[in-house]
């Protein structure tokens, strides 16, 4: 199995799963916990000063249709020059 696949649950668990209540809250079971003051845009510690957006970069991109041999060669000689500029 591969690593990423997540495994079926055992019957057991779908039944389990099926009986198990589920709590849902609302606003005023927080209270004893949280105020609104500390709630929402104006409660959060956060501030935002400034919002850039990031160039869009143009990409250069290759198809390899020689050899597997010429095209590792290709790569190499490709990622040579990206770290020493002639």
Known sequence: KDINTPRLPAFSD????RRTD???WVSA??????TP?????QGSPTRVYKVTVPSEDERKSRIFRD??????KEVVLVLD???KPE
Do not use: C, F, H, W
Request: hydrophobic share 40%.
């Open 29 to 34: 079971d927080l209270v004893p916990y949280i």
């Open 67 to 72: 050899s597997l041999e010429d095209a590792i």
């Open 81 to 83: 020059n990206q770290v």
């Open 14 to 17: 779908k039944m389990k799963a």
């Open 22 to 24: 589920i709590q849902s």
């Open 37 to 41: 003051d500390r709630t929402g845009v």
